[in-house]
């Protein structure tokens, strides 16, 4: 009866489910959503651990953990890893840390890479019969293996004018013409269903912060 339960569970999951468990990231006593690449799937691949015989995937939670990243005196750690179970008939989560690394409370992730973290209400902005959607507030890191080196905590507009600023100072670098190459067909893809196409600066002003290493203006 069990196996019958986990099967359309995860059924129902996959024909249901429209978006990711999202990873979670702890600053200043607040949680924040984490849905681009982080550090932690990275990190634990290095150890083979088996997976939980009691661990689900579904479409939701794509290989099976997520991750908990804390930011304490400036540093990221990861401080915990859960997976789905299934418990009396029903979703459930499990926290593995401890099964995967016994001795340790928190682990530093050794992480170089600008990362944003949109939060607080969305915010629709229509022209052309499209709507493009964002968030109220952001915080932006620049991490150095696993340090803060510099962080910002904006509003929107605030958050699109340093974008701004950073690309007139990327258009003066090398890595501006490489990028207008590489990125065609990215613009393309993302031009394909726009009424309104956007141009190779624009599209490169949206990425800017995987475009470049610092945060620096």
Known sequence: M?????????????????????DILVYNGKKYEWRSYNPGRDYIKQFNFKVPEDAIETTANNGFYTFTYTIENDSLFLT????LILK??????????KD???DKKKIIMEFSKI?????GKQIEIKKSNWTDIYNKKYL????????????????Y????KLKKKLFVKFKQTKE???????EIENLENFNEFRPDKISMDEYLEIKIFGLIKTLKE
Not at 7 to 13: A, E
Request: a positive charge; zero cysteines; charged letters at 25%.
């Open 2 to 22: 069990k196996k019958l339960i986990l099967f359309f569970l995860i059924i129902s999951f996959k024909v249901f489910a429209t978006e990711q468990i999202p």
């Open 80 to 83: 915990d890893i859960t997976i």
């Open 88 to 97: 009396a008939g029903n979703l459930n989560s499990r926290s593995v840390f």
């Open 100 to 102: 995967f690394f016994k």
């Open 115 to 119: 990362q944003t973290f949109p939060y």
């Open 140 to 155: 932006v890191f620049e991490f150095k293996d696993g340090r803060i080196e510099k962080k910002y905590d904006l509003n």
């Open 157 to 160: 507009k605030k958050f699109f």
């Open 176 to 182: 501006y013409s490489k990028a207008k190459t590489v």
